[in-house]
C-alpha cells in the first residue's frame, strides 16, 4: 500500500481500487425551497419562467455606478451631501432618479426602503457586515461580492476589523475610530468616504471613477489614479513554456 | 410569553429611547426567530438613531402582521464586547427593535 495514503485507526482494506467519488452537485435546503415555490407560482400563473429570468438577469446586472455617482455627487455639492446624509433614499431619487422602491412600490422583499450613507471623517472610518446573512444596499451597489456573504468575512469584521481590514490592504492608524455597521435589520448602509487630495478640481465623472465598489464597502479608500477598469498585472517570474516545448525537453 | 406583555405599542405609544440615551441589549431566549446577536446580548450601548417603526422580526418572519415597534442604531464600544480587544476608540453599530432594549 502506498505510504502517502495512511489512515490512522481507518481498519479498512486498501487492496482495492478506491472508486471514484460521484459528481454531486450541492444543493442547500434553502436552494430546494427556492425551486419549489418558484414552480408552484410559474404553475398558477403569478408569472412566467421567462419573467423570473428577465427579473434575475436585470437584478445581477445592476452594480455600483450609482453609488459611486452619489459619492461624487456628494463631495461636489454640499447642499446635496446634506440630503444624502439626511434622507438616502430621497437623496438617492432626486440626484439619480434612482428609486428604492421600484420595482414593486416597496422595494424588493429583502432590501426594503431605509438606506443610510455613513460619512467617514479624517478621524472616523465606517466598514459594513451583516453578521446574520448578506444585507447589502442593492438597489444603489448590484449585488454583494461573494466575500461579503462568507461566514469568514461576516464573523470576523466585528471582532477583529483591523485585522480583516489589513488583509484588505487597508491599514488605518489607532487614533482612526473605526465604526463596524452590522447591518442586521432593514436599514442598508452604505459609506460616504473622504475626498482623496489632489481631486478637488476633479469633474463628478473623473470622481465617480475612483469610488469603487470596495470603497462603498469600507474595506478600501478610493485614491487619484486607481480605478475599477484598470487592475494591477504581476508578471510570472518563472512563466510556463510552450507545452510542446515543455514536454520534449523533459523527455 | 413575558416579553410581548412588557414591550409597548408602538404605534399608539411614544418612542420609548432617543438619542444619547444609555440601553442594554436584553438577553432573552431564542424561542423563536431573532435578528439580535448573541454577542451584543447584556452589554451596554447608546441609542445612535431612531430608525423607523416595523414589524418585529419575530413575528415578521411567521407572516404574521402584529405588533409595530420603533427600532434604534445601538452604539457599542468594541471593548464593551470583545474583553481582549486593544483599540480604545473602535465602535461597532447594529439596529435593534425596542423590545430588545431595556434602560440602563
Known sequence: MSTGHKHDGDHHDHDHEHPAAPMVEEITDYEVLEIAVRELAIEHGLFTAEDHRRFTEWAESIGPINGSRLVAKAWKDPAFKALVLEDGVKACKEGLGLDWAEPTGFGTPSDYTNFIVLEDTPTLHHVIVCTLCSCYPRPILGMSPEWYRTTNYRRRLVRWPREVLAEFGLILPPEVEIRVEDSNQKCRFMVLPVQPKGTENWTEEQL??????????????????????????????????ASAQHGSAAE | MKAKSEAPKASHAATRFKVGDRVRVRNMPNMFYTRTQSYVRGVIGTIAACTYKDLIPEEDAFNYDGKVEQYYIVRFRQKDLWEEYPFDNDTLQTESPEHWLEPV
Do not use: F
Open chain 1, 208 to 241: 465617480a471613477a475612483i469610488v469603487t465598489r470596495d470603497c462603498m464597502i469600507g474595506v478600501a479608500l478610493p485614491r487619484p489614479g486607481r480605478t475599477a477598469d484598470v487592475h494591477p498585472i504581476h508578471k510570472a517570474r518563472r512563466p510556463v513554456q
